[in-house]
């Protein structure tokens, strides 16, 4: 069983940063293809907040390009999200994705997992 999980969220006065991290971990192998960071406010839909495929390309949401950047480390099974300039609107649980092929024990076809989420509250 893989797990994704989150850490870095936090309260933060706009203009401030912070950085998330997220850690696949679990018993056997398996293989990180892309990962990614998704976010949803109360009331609204999830919506994706910048991705990173396996070899470094990304991708990122209109209204987050400039301001955040997301990275990875594959030797550490680690994604990251540093998030600059932050403004009210942008708070919200933020979501940890990654898309993962499981080799052993037991092979499974590749699937999307997600983390438990990490809130993101940014003060005016």
């Known amino acids: 069983q893989v797990q994704l999980v989150e850490t870095g969220g936090g309260l933060v006065q706009a203009g401030g940063s912070l950085r998330l991290s997220c850690a696949a971990s679990?018993?056997?192998?398996?293989?990180?293809?892309?990962m990614g960071w998704y976010r949803q406010a109360p009331g609204k839909q999830r919506e994706l907040v910048a991705t990173?495929?396996?070899?470094?390309?990304?991708n990122y949401a209109d209204s987050v390009k400039g301001r955040f950047t997301i990275s990875r480390d594959n030797a550490k099974n680690t994604v990251y999200l540093q998030m600059n300039s932050l403004k009210p609107e942008d708070t919200a649980v933020y979501y940890c994705?990654?898309?993962?092929?499981?080799?052993?024990?037991?092979?499974?076809?590749?699937?999307?997992?997600w983390g438990q989420g990490t809130q993101v509250t940014v003060s005016s």
């Open positions: 679990g018993r056997g192998i398996f293989v990180i293809n892309d």
């Open positions: 994705a990654a898309r993962i092929l499981v080799l052993a024990p037991t092979p499974k076809i590749e699937s999307d997992y």
């Open positions: 990173i495929t396996r070899g470094g390309s990304t």
